[in-house]
């Protein structure tokens, strides 16, 4: 990462900082005091607490200086009328600065996957940075172009939005000439009223996409098909009508997914260990762009071939006495609850257990949404389900053998008990019920 003088970014956000400390150097940024690291910018931000508070901490902890709206001591400091987007100015002119080929991926469910995919094709042949974790709103994901280092040759963003406006925003900053729609789903539907809404929303990654720049979509996605665009459009799925065609998939259930893709130049046998019928799209998705930006068949399909899930996304744990764990309970929407309980509903175990936790931001279709999840454990022979969160009543109104719990800390106990010999469990939730808890237990007690 390139270290910057608090004058060079006071004069890309506008902001004001004294001459006796314009020379000094920053090497990343943070707004949390608990992870900041030496040399780092902090970023005071007004919350639910005041960032301005924290400045001292943050300099006993050794930061090299703080972006904020007024000075509360001695420090260096950039003063701006607004912190947050002053750290959008700076990540954006930083972003030109380093020059990289930007990825910027979106989509309702799949994002991190696709991102992590995508950069493992691309760290095959290219210095390559993506953001870390959940780094993908208007804080995070300026945040990680500032962490990334000098000679970053690709960096590949994921973007994530709630409201109207804040695609346009990060897509503002972050000026991909690649951008990746994964599908459109109900998350966030509350905010965005309706589907067609997600989809406008969705489509602001593109407002800043070059003339020759292109753009990567599901082509077996509906209201993605409606989108046309002035740029280069490449749609990857099973459907005829893609141009990144899907076919001979090989479902391994729980030790993974095998597929052919094809494009205009070449084909590719690709294989991930991570499961999940839906993981051929990160495939198709990373196999063309890796093609556009020149990697060869072989980068390609080792690439793919590397790829690790991140946090508790789809992480399948083989614990004694033929237990199976998988976590999947990073975030949850009805799309990608119904594709794990499929998965579920194949492994080779005596009882398949799901713990089963809210849904959020589903608005109008909370109470549907779940109770429709409840149904589909039924129909897939889940032989129980443990529900946790009051939106989950309905799930376990509606599965066989459901047993309901107001938190994960409740359930801790029946779950302990029904995670017996030779029993798959999948654990998935939205990532405000914190089930995380229920994971470390388990793995803690085997």
């Not at 150097?25 to 919350?47: K, S």
């Not at 987007?85 to 994002?111: C, F, H, N, P």
């Not at 032989?383 to 009543?393: C, F, M, P, T």
């Not at 019920?433 to 470390?440: A, F, G, L, Q």
Request: glycine share 10%; with cysteine.
């Amino acid at each position: 990462m390139g270290k910057l003088t608090l004058r060079q970014a006071a004069e890309w956000c506008g902001g004001v900082v004294e001459e006796k400390y314009a020379d000094v150097e920053f090497l990343g940024a943070a707004n949390d005091t608990r992870v900041m690291q030496p040399g780092q910018l902090f970023i005071a931000l007004q919350g639910a607490r005041d960032g301005h508070d924290f400045i001292p901490a943050a300099m006993e902890k050794g930061a090299a200086a703080v972006l904020c709206t007024h000075s509360v001591g001695d420090y260096p400091a950039i003063i701006v009328e607004d912190v947050r987007l002053a750290l959008g100015d700076i990540a954006r002119e930083e972003r030109k600065r380093i020059g990289m080929k930007v990825v910027g991926v979106t989509g309702s469910v799949g994002k991190s996957t696709t991102k992590e995919m995508v950069a493992a094709v691309l760290e095959q042949a290219f210095v390559t940075s993506k953001t870390p974790a959940n780094h993908n709103n208007d804080i995070g994901m300026p945040m990680a172009v500032l962490a990334m280092p000098e000679n970053t040759e690709v960096a590949v963003l994921e973007m994530g939005m709630n409201h109207f406006g804040e695609m346009e925003y990060l897509t503002n900053i972050a000026r991909p000439d690649l951008a990746v729609i994964t599908n459109i789903g109900t998350m966030h539907i509350e905010h965005l009223g309706s589907m067609q809404g997600i989809l406008q929303a969705k489509c602001e990654i593109f407002e800043h996409l070059p003339p020759d720049g292109l753009a990567v979509l599901n082509g077996d996605d509906p209201l993605l098909n409606t989108v046309a665009l002035p740029q280069t459009v490449l749609r990857c799925g099973r459907g005829e009508d893609c141009q990144i065609r899907v076919t001979d998939v090989d479902d391994c259930g729980i030790e993974g997914i095998s597929c052919t893709v094809t494009t205009a130049k070449g084909s590719y046998r690709l294989h991930t260990a991570s499961p999940g019928a839906y993981m051929i799209y990160p495939m198709a998705m990373a196999a063309a762009i890796g093609e556009v930006l020149g990697l060869t068949a072989a980068e390609i399909t080792a690439g793919v071939t590397s790829y690790v899930p991140t946090g508790s996304r789809m992480r399948v744990l083989h614990l004694p006495e033929g237990r199976l764990l998988i976590d999947d309970c990073y975030n949850a929407n009805p799309q990608a609850m119904t594709e794990a309980l499929k998965l579920l509903s194949v492994t080779p175990s005596h009882r398949r257990l799901a713990v089963l936790g809210d849904m959020g931001e589903l608005g109008e279709l909370t109470v549907s949404a779940h109770r429709a999840i409840g149904v589909l454990a039924g129909e897939l022979h889940i032989d129980a389900v443990i529900a946790v969160g009051e939106k989950a009543r309905g799930i376990a109104a509606e599965a066989p053998n459901a047993q309901w719990y107001a938190a994960a800390e409740d359930a801790l106990p029946a779950v302990r008990a029904a995670f017996g010999p030779d029993t798959a469990l999948l654990v998935k939730a939205s990532h405000a019920m914190h089930m995380e808890t229920i994971v470390k237990e388990l793995e803690a007690q085997t």
